[in-house]
């Protein structure tokens, strides 16, 4: 469940240290949350999810809607932490906390609507299904979308009648101390949503303990397991978004320039930090080389650069650690037979940096083929046709994003709905969530899904009310 191997418990009173990604230096410092700490926030926030269920739709929208109107005003504030204590460039963190201002946005318009009673007939008396929140959801977030990935799941909780823990990843305690100081200054009770700046190994005894009632993770492959498990052994929902490695397929009727900007956009979003990056790019081979060309030169105008400076294009990696991880992918891949086309080296500069990179001839048994690459790093793989190019992307323990890049609109939607085995499939552009879709995946992708309607109701008791006049008839015997 550890982000990182944690050899010894450290005593309450260390430290959590940040790390500026760009310079190596240190940052703030924070004191971590004791087990305690942590079990006594999740009774005072059951306490006060039993009196959140009560309110009204329209007044936990006023407050959804608040927290929305302050992330606009503290845009810039909170771009700039996240590139002190993760790396994002500014550009990309005021577009992240804009897209956390429109999610809050929509779940204070939808979430009525989303949760309103559903009548249904089966065949007498007044049947119907309510959605009825279920109690403190906790959440076990990443860095790489610090305040996203926490919205993403928080808006809907909350207007859904939940309370909630956070414990966020280790590298970005401010941002998690940020979002808490906004969901209070919008005026959600301060028991009800809390930061926890827990240790990864504290979160199974949390997971466990009765005032939690489900837990929601976006993280690694095995931190998903250990969640799993652990709320398993306990019979709690949990909703799991992990890793992938989504496959792009490029076609032969394709307009190559075209294909190599959006595959090269699909790649770079993040710095090639997340989960539905375009990871894969399966070309058939009548166009390979064209589209080789294309996409080094589109990854080319991705340059490395100072975060904290506006059009920046690719800021540090998250930690030096990470780094290294992905050159060591890299070079194991070029030493088993890839072929390399851009990047590749690591600079010779304090710092997480690591350049553009493009691997071609990527086969199964190289990291770039088999593994998820965290990183600006994407992978070319040939295929004689458009059914090897399917076989080829859906042989991946991955099912998070996918994507179909081809003039024939027909033959895009076809492979997109029907072929590609993963929870979202775009044609023609990048992968991206969105409040309005259901976002999640399959596979070692994880199960479940968040936002949209199928997301809020996630986290409700999906209950069926059957209602008939004493007297009116037997009872089924039925089951």
């Given at each position: ?260 900007r959006v595959a090269a956009t699909a790649r770079m979003v993040n710095g090639g930090q997340s989960c539905i990056a ?202």
């Open positions: 469940m550890s982000e990182q191997a944690e050899l010894s418990r450290p005593k309450h009173s260390d430290k959590i240290q940040t790390i500026n990604p760009a310079t190596e230096e240190p940052g703030k410092s924070y004191d971590p949350t004791s087990i305690e700490e942590a079990l006594a926030a999740a009774a005072k926030a059951h306490a006060a999810f039993r009196e959140w269920r009560r309110t009204s739709f329209n007044e936990r929208a006023a407050v959804v809607r608040k927290a929305g109107a302050i992330l606009r005003q503290r845009k810039d504030e909170f771009a700039a932490l996240m590139t002190d204590e993760m790396g994002k460039t500014l550009d990309e963190g005021r577009a992240e906390i804009e897209k956390c201002a429109f999610h809050c946005d929509w779940f204070a318009d939808y979430a009525a609507g989303y949760l309103a009673d559903a009548p249904a007939d089966i065949g007498g008396g007044e049947a119907f299904i309510t959605f009825n929140p279920i109690g403190v959801v906790l959440a076990v977030m990443p860095w790489n979308f610090p305040f996203w990935q926490v919205f993403r799941f928080v808006a809907p909780a909350l207007m859904a009648g939940n309370g909630a823990l956070l414990k966020h990843a280790s590298n970005v305690p401010g941002c998690a101390l940020a979002i808490e100081d906004v969901l209070h200054q919008a005026g959600v009770p301060k028991e009800l949503f809390r930061t926890l700046l827990l240790p990864s190994r504290e979160v199974e005894a949390l997971i466990k303990d009765d005032n939690v009632a489900a837990v929601t993770l976006t993280g690694s492959v095995g931190a998903g397991r250990s969640v799993a498990t652990a709320a398993g052994s306990v019979l709690k929902k949990c909703v799991l978004e992990l890793g992938g490695a989504d496959a792009y397929l490029i076609l032969e009727d394709a307009d190559v320039e075209a294909a190599a375009g990871k894969r790019f399966i070309v058939i081979r009548s166009i390979l080389e064209p589209f080789e060309k294309a996409m080094t030169d589109a990854m080319r105008g991705f340059e490395m650069g100072d975060p904290r400076k506006d059009g920046t294009t690719l800021g540090p990696m998250q930690s030096v650690e990470a780094r290294d991880e992905i050159h060591r992918q890299v070079s194991e891949s070029v030493r088993k037979g890839a072929r390399l086309l851009l990047g590749g080296k690591v600079p010779d500069r304090p710092g997480a940096w690591y350049p553009p990179t493009v691997l071609t001839n990527v086969l199964p048994g190289q990291p770039a083929h088999d593994e998820e690459v965290f990183g600006p790093v994407a992978a070319i793989i040939a295929a004689d046709d458009e059914a090897d190019a399917i076989r080829i992307a859906n042989a991946s323990e991955f099912g998070l994003g996918s994507g179909v890049l081809t003039s024939d609109l027909d033959r895009g939607r076809r492979i997109a709905a029907h072929e590609l085995e993963a929870g979202m499939s775009f044609v023609n552009e990048s992968v991206r969530s969105d409040p309005r879709t259901p976002f999640g995946g399959v596979k070692h992708s994880g199960y479940g899904r968040e936002c949209s309607a199928y997301g809020i109701r996630e986290f409700v008791n999906i209950k069926t009310v059957h209602v008939k006049p004493l007297g009116s008839g037997g009872t089924s015997r039925t089951e």
